[in-house]
């Protein structure tokens, strides 16, 4: 976006990925937001017992111009797709989205005519996590792999690695 | 960029049943005599078209034209008394065969709890003409009872029936351009294609995508009712306080609200148009995710519905299982709400929630043990249980049996006598007797002012009359008494669990009639008979009479009741769904009329939402 584009690779840029990266993948904030069953199991993430705050992401904001990730956990209906659509671009870049659980994957089980199938067809998704709802350590699991995602980000245009994660890429939290 | 894609819907339709038994049928007459019906037939004489009982529900077919005249006698009559209206719903009847009768008809239930009597009215719709097309209309009965409102808005958002007198006639559920009314029966199902193949020039794919219509979420136009003199703010669909996607537009006097218009169907689901067309069985999956907080209840009550129609006898430990399974689950449900409710009020409260899921997780634990789900369960299913408990369960339950009462205690002394605590709750959103009577509201909302009804002790189920424990009541119909009336009946729900589990009586977990529940896996491998049984339940399903009932259960928020109309087949014809939510959530602009804009929120966690089962 800024004058990070213009600089060519090299030493400095790529010291300075590996810093931001660090930052922001131990730095994930969630937004505050949840839509159905899968919220539950969020929530449940974020309390004692899962204790999302090992991933630094307990601060749940509930303005979306505070929040880095969006976790749709739930079925997505026609009526709120543009409400997601909209606080989707009220968030700021660097952002990323976990489509949790099936319904906000692929529909789940609500083909009919009020239930959108799968939230990537309005907004772009990162990691899709699969269950009705998902256990919260799938969640964290996708966390991890969001992390992996992250960690090779880099702050120059046009320099994005394109190749799938590996799973080795994939350290789950503390290894 | 607007997402204006117009709806593409499936072009075929699944089967109705794999085997149709004969032709679908209507409901048969109702037989029999109460002294309830007497009286009604006595005043209306030849305006009610039949009268008498069907599966144990009394129940009134009217003319239309006395619909009103009807629920005025049942309300203001000494001997009757039925002081509220529980639900309206409807049926498209265009399936079956008619014969010049009505398409369209409305149901309503009336309860008396002074009385303790139910009863299912039923009339036909008029046709009218609108444009160049005919709509179904009758008469609204919104001046009688005030509850009505809602659940007329939804039939005719769904259903599209016009009730005449209708004070605020809009769509509640569906986005207010929606082009159908999606439960008649010519309205598609909708969705999408399930591409099976792997080539993306296939014509399967052109589905994809195209189910998002231009919903207009934010409706630019204001409330009726509301003026622009005053400042109107807007509440959600996301807002970290309304529970989930609730959307309230509220009108605010400086810092006083001067009324609030609920905005609903941000998470509508589909559920009574999905239930249509799914066999009886497989619908036990959906009622999960309807109130996802306590999906057992959800279980049991739509299995004590089908399983009342089918006139299925439920072995002792099912049923001991069963009432295990849904106090834990209200123990659950209460936890999480004292947990979002005290972070809601106080902003920052994160303690209790910690605490409190604490405890809820050990819960979710014994789910877990019992049926390997936590929260979309399914463990209660027609005929019985899933499958037997496990060994260490009972010892696990008794842990926690004994951890329980201590914690609930801990919480209380964490607030409830706290001065902060106090001055936000008591004397805030008040509810008298007689209007929470009128709005038709059920559970804590109607037990906290002082209106003494529980259904698991006047309208038994499950086994409930052999249980003792009581119905706390408050007469302050304010926030706090309700927060207090909740903590005691957690307290009570332990009660009720100390004696299930002392006397869970050894047994079959599920009834052993083969042509309803499924056989025990282990059976397969050694008989014939058993293979078929679970072939034919699991292609076919089973099929239920023609008919229609009734049935409400004590959910953690209310009475949840399932309509089902039944012509013959192996699916429901209709399907409703009475929310507890819904019905609660109309009292939220009474609660909070003249007061500061705060207490909304306080208001909102003390009604106890969960917006899967208001939306559906
Ligand atoms: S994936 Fe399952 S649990 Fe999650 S929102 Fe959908 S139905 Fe509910």
Redesign the interface.
């Known amino acids: 976006m800024g004058i990070e584009e213009k600089v060519p690779e090299g030493i400095l840029t790529t010291s300075l990925d590996s810093v931001i990266n660090w930052g922001r993948a131990n730095s994930t904030w969630p937004l505050?937001?949840?839509?159905?069953?899968c919220?539950?199991?969020m929530?449940?993430t974020g309390?004692?017992?899962h204790d999302i705050a090992r991933y630094g992401s307990e601060l749940f904001r509930?303005s979306?111009r505070q929040a880095d990730l969006m976790i749709v956990s739930?079925?997505v209906?026609?009526?709120?797709?543009?409400?997601i659509?909209r606080?989707y671009d009220q968030m700021l870049a660097p952002k990323w989205v976990i489509a949790m659980g099936i319904c906000a994957s692929a529909?789940g089980?609500?083909?009919?005519?009020?239930?959108?199938?799968g939230v990537d067809?309005?907004i772009p998704v990162d990691v899709y996590v699969p269950g009705?709802?998902p256990?919260p350590e799938s969640l964290l699991y996708a966390m991890d792999m969001l992390r992996a995602k992250q960690r090779r980000e880099t702050i120059g245009a046009g320099r994005k690695v394109e190749e799938p994660l590996a799973v080795e890429e994939i350290t789950p939290l503390g290894v | 960029m607007?997402?204006d894609v117009a709806?593409v819907?499936r072009s075929y339709e699944t089967q109705r049943t794999l085997n149709p038994p004969g032709i679908p049928a209507l409901a048969p007459p109702p037989e029999g005599e109460t002294e309830d019906l007497q009286r009604i037939a006595g005043r209306f004489g030849d305006d009610i078209l039949a009268a008498g009982l069907h599966h144990g529900n009394q129940v009134v077919y009217a003319r239309p034209g006395q619909l009103k005249a009807l629920a005025t006698f049942l309300r203001d009559d000494p001997q009757l008394q039925y002081e509220t209206l529980i639900d309206v719903t409807s049926v498209d009847r265009s399936e079956l065969p008619l014969d010049g009768e009505a398409r369209f008809q409305t149901i309503y239930q009336f309860r008396s709890y002074s009385r303790n009597q139910h009863l299912t009215v039923v009339t036909d719709c008029l046709s009218g003409t609108e444009g160049n097309g005919t709509i179904p209309h009758v008469d609204s009965l919104t001046s009688i009872y005030r509850g009505a409102e809602w659940p007329e808005r939804e039939v005719f958002d769904l259903m599209g029936i016009r009730f005449d007198g209708h004070p605020d006639p809009r769509r509640i559920l569906?986005?207010k351009n929606w082009p159908n009314h999606?439960l008649q029966k010519q309205?598609?199902?909708?969705?999408?294609e399930?591409p099976f193949t792997f080539t993306w020039d296939d014509p399967e794919f052109e589905t994809?995508?195209t189910?998002?219509?231009a919903?207009?979420?934010?409706a630019p136009d204001l409330p009726p009712g509301m003026s622009r003199q005053n400042m109107v703010i807007n509440m959600g669909?996301?807002?970290?306080s309304t529970h989930?996607?609730l959307r309230l537009v509220v009108e605010l006097d400086g810092e006083r609200v001067v009324s609030i218009d609920p905005d609903l169907?941000?998470?509508?689901?589909?559920f009574e148009?999905?239930g249509e067309n799914k066999r009886y069985k497989d619908f036990v999956?959906?009622t999960?995710?309807m109130d996802?907080?306590s999906s057992m209840s959800n279980n049991l009550g739509y299995c004590l519905t089908v399983e009342s129609m089918l006139g299925l006898e439920i072995p002792e430990r099912a049923q001991v299982i069963r009432v295990i399974m849904a106090e834990l689950q209200r123990i659950a449900s209460h936890l999480?709400w004292l947990a979002t409710h005290v972070l809601d009020v106080s902003g920052t409260g994160m303690s209790l929630?910690?605490y409190a899921?604490?405890e809820r997780?050990r819960i979710?634990d014994l789910f877990e043990m019992a049926c390997g789900a936590?929260?979309?369960v399914s463990y209660i299913r027609i005929g019985g249980v899933w499958q037997d408990l496990p060994d260490a369960f009972v010892t696990e339950l008794k842990d926690f049996l004994r951890l329980i009462p201590q914690k609930i205690s801990e919480y209380e002394a964490m607030v409830t006598e706290a001065p902060l605590w106090q001055e936000r709750l008591k004397g805030v959103g008040h509810v008298s007797a007689e209007d929470a009577l009128a709005m038709g509201l059920t559970g804590p909302m109607l037990r906290g002012s002082g209106v003494d009804w529980d259904l698991r002790r006047d309208r038994p189920y499950s086994g409930y009359e052999g249980y003792t424990f009581e119905v706390p009541t408050r007469d302050s119909g304010d926030c706090y008494g309700r927060f207090t009336l909740r903590l005691e009946e957690m307290r009570q729900s332990v009660r009720i669990l100390e004696q299930a589990v002392d006397n869970l009586p050894t047994g079959l977990y599920k009834s052993n009639n083969r042509k309803v529940a499924l056989p025990p896996r282990a059976e397969l491998d050694v008989s014939m008979e058993a293979l078929i049984h679970h072939f034919k339940l699991m292609t076919e399903g089973f099929h239920v009479e023609p008919g229609f009932f009734y049935h409400g259960i004590e959910s953690s928020k209310g009475e949840l009741g399932f309509f089902i109309y039944s012509d013959g087949s192996a699916k429901p014809y209709r399907l409703h769904v009475h929310g507890p939510s819904f019905n609660n959530l109309y009292a939220i602009d009474h609660l909070s009329r003249g007061e500061m804009l705060s207490d909304v929120v306080t208001n909102i966690g003390s009604i106890d939402i969960v917006?899967?089962e208001v939306?559906r």
Do not use: W
């Not at chain 1, 505050?32 to 069953?37: N, P, S, T, V």
């Not at chain 2, 669909?237 to 970290?240: C, G, I, K, R, T």
């Not at chain 2, 169907?265 to 589909?270: A, D, I, N, V």
């Open positions: 505050l937001f949840g839509l159905a069953c919220a539950m199991e929530i449940a309390t004692a017992r509930a979306p739930g079925r209906s026609n009526k709120m797709a543009p409400v659509k606080i529909g089980p609500f083909n009919n005519y009020a239930i959108i199938q067809k309005i009705c709802p256990r | 607007p997402l709806p819907f569906m986005p999606p309205a598609p199902l909708g969705g999408e399930v994809l995508g189910q998002i219509l919903a207009e979420s934010a669909p996301h807002h970290p989930g996607v169907g941000f998470l509508h689901s589909g148009k999905t999956y959906y999960d995710r996802y907080l999480f929630l910690m899921t604490r997780e979710l936590r929260l979309t917006l899967g939306d």
